[in-house]
């Protein structure tokens, strides 16, 4: 039985989805601008920044409230 988390805007959203989403919409230079990381600027993929964002809790954090910000209209990141 899944637990509610009211408080996780993330919750439900599978990793994979949020590069895709990020991937779309920035396309990978822009999301290498945006975060500097090397999966995103050295021949990048989505399996390939899947492994490397799986491993590396900091970077992933990083696409994390890049997607909130992006993508949701009620996250602590956006000024409005």
Known sequence: MQQSQPNNPLHGIKLSTIVEELQEHYGWEGLA????????????SV????KFL??????????EALY????????????G
Do not use: E, G, M
């Open 33 to 44: 601008q945006r975060i500097d990381i090397n999966c995103f600027k050295n021949d990048p």
């Open 47 to 50: 399996k390939s920044s899947l």
């Open 54 to 63: 799986r491993r590396t809790p900091w970077a992933r954090s990083k696409v």
């Open 68 to 79: 909130l910000a992006t993508f949701t209209s009620d996250n602590p990141w956006k000024k």
